[in-house]
Structure formats: C-alpha cells, structure tokens
C-alpha cells in the first residue's frame, strides 16, 4: 500500500543548505575544520562553522578568557574569565549544534599540532594575532601541502588571503625585512622562547570580526568544493571599511631558495604501532636505519647551562616550550644558556624516552634522514585517541597512504 510522507522543512537545520545552488550539504557535512585561534576571529569562524554542520570542529588556543574578551567574542561569558578558551568554546559550540563534534587543543601551535592531524582537515583557518604563531602554521600547512585561509583586522581595516602550496606566494614569501626581524625577536631572547610577546596585538572590533571570519570561512568553502578558481587562492582581499573600500592584491611567489616557508614533507607512511607516549626515537632508528638513515629532524633543547653557577641540566623539550621561567637558574636566577640540536642519533640518553617527552605531539610526522633518502612516518597509533570524525575516511580530505 502507497503511504505519502509529508516532510516539515521548518524541523530540518539544514534544508536552506540542501536547496543552494552554490553549495553541496554533503561536502559540508562531511567537511573537517581546524580553528588555530580562539579569540575574536576564532569565535566568528567557528559560529558560522558549526551553523553549517559540519562533521568536526578542531579549537587551537593556549589563553584564557579575559572578560575584556567580552565585546568581541560571542561564545565567552563573564563567568568564563580564567577558563581555556578551547574549553568555553567547545561547549559554546555544542550547545549551537549538537551534530558538529568538537574537538580541543589547549596550549602552543607546534606543541599540540601533529602534522598527522593538519593532513586529515579539509579546511585550516588562520584566527591569530601573531605573525610568528603564522608563520609557524604556514610551515605546518606546506610541509603537508594543505591550504589555509588567514585573517586579519585593526579597527575598521581587515584582511583575507588564501594560501595554496604551490599556488601563488606562500605567507612568508610577503614578509618584509622589517617584520622578519621582529619575528626572529619574538621566537628567541638569548636563545629562550618568549611565548608572552604578542607579535601583532591590535584593537579590533566586533563588526569587523563578523566581516573577515565571513569572508575567511566562504573562501574556505569554495576551496571545500574544488572552486579555485573563484577563491582568491594565491591572492589578498583588504577590506577598508573606513571608505566602504574593498580591494584585492597579488605578490608574487618567491623561489624556494630563497623562501624559507615552501618545504615539504614527501609521501607519509602510516605507521600504526607508533604512538607519541610509547615509541623512542632510538627503537625508530633501529627499525628504519637501514632503509632511511639515521637523525630525527626536530629542534630540541639538550641542556639549560647556567654560566654563573657553572651548573647544567639536562632537557629534552622543543625550543618552543622552554619560556623565561624554565630557563632561568633556580640557584643565581640568571637566565640559563641553551644548548639545541635538530638531531637525534640514537645514542643520546634522551633517545630512550617516548617522543612525547621531546615535545612531538599525538599523530605527528617524523622525519629521518639518511645519507641518501628521507622518509616521513606518522605516529599513526595515535589515531584512536582523536574523535571519530577525524578518523574517517568517508570525508573530503584525502586519506594517507597504506599502512606498513
């Protein structure tokens, strides 16, 4: 017997979606984000994020609420000051949509950050108010070959570009002289990360925020749905919205000797039985020494030498997490000296501890090096750990190659 269904598009979230001629609901549902930056930007993008539906939402921020974050950031409340933005974000976010699945990463960029989790998002949002944190993502992002969409804004001025490796120049291709000096500034004072300096700090309103965020996650979308040619790929949008001014500008994309930005990794290989807490960077020597060589690509501060004391420590952490307090001698007070290697050869007493301790994140990509071939292995086994929605396979980015 014939039954007829009568469907209440008013009960269904998603139907404006499903009826637009710009936009396929299944890509969106089905899409992956990454937010790096929690603040203004950061609660725009993530709003118009979760309105969508789509499958995951990852949160990168290390600060808290300030209730000064008030005027500009819409998930954030006054009893949230002090808390992880990660945190009041994620239940902001599912309180709008219970459907999107949220994920947190509280603390520094290449700190929390695998590269093992860049490579499986299909879009990579750029909220920061730091040109050296951008720098840091561009790198990431080339090293997996994935674009990302930065943002940008002061008073009533914004900025939206779209960077596509090997599409146009890459963020650090555009930096002047002037601005790579204040970075190398705010990345090492006598050899110590300052991780307090905010490279870019500016007075920001929240019209502004909702224009740029728009904008940032529009782009995103059309890159979503392989729609290059209409993105501004390679390309700058600056919205001046003292005059109602909005104009688009193109630099050129520097060689790759002289642009420090355009390396990348080779073809990953999945490595399930690696994890972060468990694996020793000595036990991946010993298994892939014969086929890739015999050093681990990673800054790694060795040892904290105070001078006055004549005293030394022994470290294992990544230049990025030592701070003033960690680097200053608890006998003199004096800020103790660094010694860094971007080697690990296996002999080193460190080389027995899990990668974790060496400040390598869940789900990242390892480099070894050999005399005559590199290879890159994914902490795979760290996989599980993360939401289902980053797990799957059934999305829009593209999966890594067969495990070994």
């Given at each position: 017997m014939?039954?007829?269904k009568?469907?209440?598009?008013?009960?269904?979230?998603?139907?404006?979606?499903a009826?637009?001629s710009?936009?396929?609901l299944?890509?969106?549902?089905?899409?992956r984000a990454?937010?790096?930056?929690?603040?203004?930007l950061?609660n725009?993008?993530?709003?118009?994020?979760?309105?969508?539906?789509?499958?995951?939402?990852?949160?990168l921020?290390?600060d808290?609420v300030?209730?000064?974050?008030?005027s500009?950031s819409?998930?954030?409340?006054e009893?949230d000051h002090g808390h992880?933005k990660?945190?009041?974000l994620?239940?902001g976010l599912?309180?709008l949509?219970?459907?999107?699945?949220?994920?947190?990463?509280?603390g520094d960029?290449?700190?929390?950050?695998g590269?093992?989790v860049?490579?499986?998002?299909?879009m990579?949002f750029s909220c920061?108010?730091?040109?050296l944190a951008r720098r840091t993502?561009n790198?990431m992002?080339?090293?997996?070959?994935?674009p990302?969409?930065?943002?940008a804004?002061e008073?009533?001025?914004?900025?939206?570009?779209v960077y596509?490796?090997?599409q146009?120049?890459?963020?650090?291709c555009?930096?002047?002289?002037?601005?790579?000096?204040?970075?190398?500034?705010?990345?090492?004072?006598?050899g110590?990360?300052?991780?307090?300096i905010?490279?870019g700090?500016v007075?920001?309103?929240?019209?502004?925020?909702?224009?740029?965020?728009?904008?940032?996650v529009?782009?995103a979308v059309?890159l979503?749905h392989?729609?290059?040619?209409n993105s501004?790929a390679?390309k700058?949008m600056?919205i001046?919205?003292?005059?109602?001014?909005f104009?688009v500008t193109?630099s050129?994309r520097?060689?790759?000797?002289?642009?420090d930005?355009h390396?990348?990794?080779?073809s990953v290989t999945e490595?399930p039985e690696?994890a972060?807490a468990?694996?020793?960077?000595?036990?991946?020597?010993?298994?892939?020494k014969?086929?890739?060589g015999?050093?681990l690509g990673?800054?790694v501060?060795?040892?904290?030498y105070?001078p006055?004391?004549?005293?030394?420590?022994?470290?294992?952490?990544?230049?990025r997490?030592?701070d003033?307090?960690?680097?200053?001698?608890q006998?003199?007070m004096e800020?103790r000296?660094?010694?860094?290697t971007?080697?690990?050869?296996?002999?080193?007493?460190?080389?027995?501890w899990p990668v974790?301790?060496?400040?390598?994140?869940?789900?990242d990509?390892?480099?070894?090096?050999g005399a005559?071939?590199?290879?890159?292995?994914?902490l795979?086994?760290d996989l599980?750990?993360?939401?289902?929605?980053?797990?799957s396979?059934?999305a829009n980015?593209?999966?890594?190659?067969?495990s070994i």
């Amino acid at each position: 017997m014939a039954t007829l269904k009568i469907i209440d598009h008013t009960r269904d979230r998603y139907h404006a979606l499903a009826i637009s001629s710009v936009w396929e609901l299944v890509r969106i549902r089905k899409g992956r984000a990454l937010v790096v930056g929690a603040g203004a930007l950061g609660n725009e993008v993530c709003k118009n994020l979760a309105l969508m539906g789509v499958a995951l939402i990852a949160v990168l921020d290390r600060d808290t609420v300030e209730t000064a974050n008030l005027s500009r950031s819409v998930f954030f409340r006054e009893r949230d000051h002090g808390h992880p933005k990660t945190d009041v974000l994620s239940a902001g976010l599912t309180e709008l949509n219970p459907d999107v699945e949220i994920m947190t990463l509280t603390g520094d960029l290449d700190h929390q950050l695998g590269l093992g989790v860049l490579r499986r998002m299909d879009m990579i949002f750029s909220c920061l108010d730091s040109r050296l944190a951008r720098r840091t993502l561009n790198r990431m992002c080339s090293k997996v070959s994935k674009p990302w969409v930065d943002g940008a804004m002061e008073n009533l001025l914004g900025e939206v570009a779209v960077y596509v490796p090997d599409q146009g120049p890459c963020y650090e291709c555009s930096l002047t002289e002037m601005q790579k000096v204040l970075i190398a500034e705010a990345a090492s004072c006598r050899g110590v990360a300052l991780r307090n300096i905010a490279q870019g700090k500016v007075p920001t309103t929240s019209t502004m925020g909702s224009i740029v965020a728009a904008l940032q996650v529009q782009e995103a979308v059309k890159l979503l749905h392989d729609d290059g040619k209409n993105s501004l790929a390679g390309k700058r949008m600056v919205i001046n919205c003292n005059v109602n001014d909005f104009y688009v500008t193109a630099s050129d994309r520097k060689t790759d000797e002289d642009c420090d930005g355009h390396w990348k990794c080779g073809s990953v290989t999945e490595v399930p039985e690696y994890a972060a807490a468990k694996t020793s960077v000595k036990e991946m020597l010993a298994r892939f020494k014969e086929e890739t060589g015999e050093n681990l690509g990673r800054e790694v501060v060795t040892e904290l030498y105070c001078p006055k004391c004549k005293k030394a420590e022994t470290l294992g952490e990544t230049i990025r997490v030592v701070d003033q307090e960690m680097a200053r001698c608890q006998t003199c007070m004096e800020v103790r000296e660094l010694k860094t290697t971007h080697e690990v050869l296996g002999h080193e007493p460190y080389a027995e501890w899990p990668v974790e301790r060496l400040g390598i994140p869940k789900l990242d990509v390892l480099e070894v090096r050999g005399a005559q071939a590199t290879r890159w292995f994914e902490l795979t086994g760290d996989l599980a750990a993360f939401p289902a929605a980053l797990q799957s396979r059934d999305a829009n980015a593209q999966g890594a190659e067969q495990s070994i």
